[in-house]
């Protein structure tokens, strides 16, 4: 006899086994029992979650020789054959690879005929997004007004590709990405119902790599058990999805975070020598970034956070060394480097990414020293009238008219005498400018501004030095942050602090400032003290 495979024994065979798909299987089964069927269905969602599979339920349910009922008998010859295919009244089209009108008035041609053994006709068109314009048409008036005796099922994995006309004449299920704590539980009752033992690792990469489709997650735990007979290790997940281990991304991360550039270059490269592709590292770390940000967000493991204790322990500990905003940062970089690592420099781009996620641990150098500024440097910066200023907050806006437009962030400005005025002017050389508009708040104002808006931002200019010509901010960015202004994100939120702070359009240039900052940690707290004037 020939092997079933995992995916095709283990169908729902009847409303109640259908894996997390709880708000179509209520409605369904209400409208069976109050006999208010329609004739027409659109089942949308992605694939493996259950379309065709209640699809056929639906069938059986309506065509069932025990009456029509919630839940089908599975015993009568109507309800095996559809679930062995060959059921004459229930037809199963293809739209891939049926897509033409022929095919569709082919159709409407055998809707006008009574069923052979059953109740209704049912016509579950699957991939129905795939048919031609034409056909689309040729189907409308069949879909607005068919015979009683027909029931349609269009399944579709891109509803955004299905007229509105046909749209419009079904009701509309959409099938929602099964959890990973609904496919992790089935997939427990699989291994126990075949005698199959596993490490508990192993579930959570096959759902991982399943990202919500059960019908995927039970195929991998096939290949899975065939590769490694009646016991599925961790390795054997590795060895067959091809996923990077997680404890290379934990230690990846780990490099980071201890600022340990060396140990994660040379992580990265021996786990592309064994075989990995540079996109599984990608997804790997990624998804491990991804699943630490929600522990430091949740404040402790979320319920939908897959994650043994002894893994959960060391990441406790990690956490404990990182800010929020870091893996916020992190993670949103990552995202934007997809299509580089895919690119045609994969190695490369998965480095290079690296390095700048080292980069972003390093910003906490600068922020810690400036906020762990002695009691001195804060009576400093109060008797400052700009630092005055900056010590009242941002809660205590002021309105201000600059140039037709009223300025709510800007504090007032107190005028100094001449005399201050000049020292002022000696301490910004040579980078601040000679003449500024009137009205316009000093660079070390909007500084202050900008730590309390974005840490980050903060962190990457704030010990640097910036000038303001016209409507352009002037950054004198050191050599080691050169990457900073190829980076849209960055400069697109530092362009629109800037903007809303000048209350005018700013434009942002980087110029170099290799030749004027040494790159320790001295000029650092120098910068911090002519900043706050301590």
């Known amino acids: ?111 006008r005929y009574l069923p052979m053994e059953a109740r209704y006709k049912v016509y579950i068109i699957d991939e129905a997004h795939m048919l031609t314009e034409p056909a689309f048409n040729a189907l409308l008036k069949t879909l607005e007004e068919p015979p009683g005796h027909n029931i349609f099922i269009l399944a579709t994995t891109e509803s955004q590709k299905i007229p509105y006309t ?11 990405r099964i959890s990973e704590a609904h496919i992790v539980d089935q997939l427990k009752r699989i291994c126990e119902d075949e005698g199959i033992g596993y490490d508990e690792k192993v579930l959570n990469y096959v759902v991982r790599e399943a ?85 430091k967000m949740w404040k402790g493991k979320p319920p939908f956070v897959f994650m043994d204790e002894e893994e959960y322990g060391k990441v406790e500990v990690l956490l404990k060394a990182v800010e929020y905003y870091e893996l916020q940062n992190m993670v949103h970089h990552m995202l934007q480097a997809e299509d580089l690592v895919r690119g045609a420099f994969p190695k490369v781009s998965l480095e290079v990414l690296f390095i700048n996620l080292y980069n972003f641990a390093q910003l906490r150098d600068v922020e810690k020293m400036i906020e762990d500024l002695p009691e001195a440097g804060e009576q400093g910066r109060t008797r400052h009238p700009r630092a005055k200023r900056a010590a009242q907050g941002p809660d205590m806006p002021v309105e201000r008219e600059h140039g037709g437009i009223i300025d709510e962030i800007a504090q007032p400005r107190e005028l100094p005498d001449a005399e201050e005025e000049e020292r002022d002017q000696s301490a910004r050389a040579p980078f601040a400018p000679s003449t500024l508009p009137q009205g316009v708040v000093l660079p070390a104002d909007f500084l202050t501004y900008l730590k309390e808006q974005s840490k980050m931002l903060f962190g990457l200019f704030g010990a640097f030095d910036m000038r303001v010509e016209d409507d352009i901010l002037i950054i004198a960015l050191e050599k080691r942050l050169n990457g900073m202004k190829n980076d849209a994100a960055v400069v697109n939120e530092l362009r629109k602090h800037a903007s809303r702070f000048f209350a005018r359009e700013m434009t942002i240039r980087f110029v170099d400032g290799s030749d004027t900052k040494a790159d320790t940690i001295d000029d650092y707290v120098k910068e911090a003290e002519l900043l706050f004037r301590v």
């Open 166 to 176: 046909i749209m419009s004449r079904c009701q509309r299920f959409d099938f929602r």
């Open 1 to 111: 006899m020939s092997y079933t495979v995992i995916a095709r024994r283990w169908r729902p065979k009847k409303f109640e086994d259908v894996v997390g798909q709880a708000h179509i299987v209520t409605t369904l089964k209400n409208s069976i029992k109050k006999g208010r069927l329609a004739h027409a269905y659109l089942f949308s969602g992605p694939r493996g979650v259950g379309k065709t599979s209640i699809s056929r339920i639906l069938a059986k349910a309506v065509n069932c020789l025990e009456g029509v009922r919630e839940e089908p008998c599975n015993a009568c010859h109507v309800c095996t054959s559809i679930d062995a295919g060959g059921f004459v009244d229930v037809i199963e089209i293809d739209a891939a690879s049926n897509r033409g009108i022929d095919e569709i008035r082919e159709l409407r041609e055998t809707v």
């Open 211 to 295: 990202d919500g489709s059960l019908r995927d997650a039970e195929s991998i735990l096939d290949q899975m058990i065939a590769y490694s007979g009646k016991h599925v290790t961790e390795k054997d997940a590795i060895d067959i999805i091809g996923v990077v281990q997680r404890e290379a991304a934990y230690e990846i991360v780990r490099a980071i975070v201890e600022k340990d550039a060396k140990a994660g270059l040379e992580l990265i490269s021996r786990t592309l020598e064994q075989g990995h592709d540079a996109y599984q590292v990608y997804k790997g770390l990624l998804s491990f970034l991804r699943d630490i940000l929600m522990i």
